[in-house]
Each structure stands twice: as structure tokens, then as C-alpha cells.
Nanobody, 129 residues
Framework: QVQLVESGGGLVQAGASLRLSCAASGGTFSRYVMGWFRQAPGKEREFVAAISRSSINTYYTDSVKGRFTISRDNAKNTVYLQMNSLKPEDTAVYYC??????????????????????WGKGTLVTVSS
């Protein structure tokens, strides 16, 4: 059983940066395709970014391209989301997710939440204008 714990959220002003972390335990982290999702108040959970097992491939939703960077450190069992130039519309609870199947990073963008093997409990990011 893999456990995912997100951290790094907080309240920032528009234009600021934050780095989210998701620490994994209980499994072989390097075997998982990892992703970040977010859910704003009153909205459905949406895909943000994904990274392949070896970090070779990444994929982003259009609204964060050029501002967010996903990365991972398999030695530390951690995936990161560096968020720059934050906007009020980035306000949401951010979740990390893990998939044990060998999937393309793009595939994570269209998978239903039930398609993920594991979810973290989320970390809140609030961006004020």
C-alpha cells in the first residue's frame, strides 16, 4: 500500500512561486507514473502535470505550461511541482496521484480519478490578487 503525502501549499500573492512536494512511502516509487491534479472550490478535479517513471517524459495541461514544472527524485521517493507566476485562478487543493501501470504521461490527463492507484490527501494553494 503506497501512501502519498503532499506539502508546500500556502497563501501567496499573484506572481509568487511555490514548490509542492509529494512524499511516497510503502512501495517502489520508481515504478509509478506520478501526476499532480487540482480541485478548485465548486469545480471538478483537473489534471495539472505528469511525469514518467524515469523523468524522461513530462506532460502539462495548457494553462500551466511555461509556469509549472514537475520533477521527481526517485532516491527520495518524492515528486515536486514548482509553480511560478502564480495566478488567482491557480487557487485549489493540489493532489498527487500514482499509477503503477506503464502509461504515457499524456494518458494521465484523460484518466478518471478512479484510474489512479493512489491519491494523496492534498495541500491547499491560495493565490490572492
Amino acid at each position: 500500500q503506497v501512501q502519498l503525502v503532499e506539502s508546500g501549499g500556502g497563501l501567496v500573492q499573484a506572481g509568487a512561486s511555490l514548490r509542492l512536494s509529494c512524499a511516497a512511502s510503502g512501495g517502489t516509487f520508481s515504478r509509478y507514473v506520478m501526476g499532480w491534479f487540482r480541485q478548485a472550490p465548486g469545480k471538478e478535479r483537473e489534471f495539472v502535470a505528469a511525469i514518467s517513471r524515469s523523468s524522461i517524459n513530462t506532460y502539462y495541461t495548457d494553462s500551466v505550461k511555461g509556469r509549472f514544472t514537475i520533477s521527481r527524485d526517485n532516491a527520495k521517493n518524492t515528486v515536486y511541482l514548482q509553480m511560478n507566476s502564480l495566478k488567482p485562478e491557480d487557487t485549489a487543493v493540489y493532489y498527487c496521484a500514482a499509477v503503477s501501470r506503464l502509461i504515457a504521461t499524456q494518458a494521465m490527463a484523460t484518466m478518471p480519478p478512479s484510474g489512479m492507484d493512489y491519491w494523496g490527501k492534498g495541500t491547499l494553494v491560495t493565490v490572492s490578487s
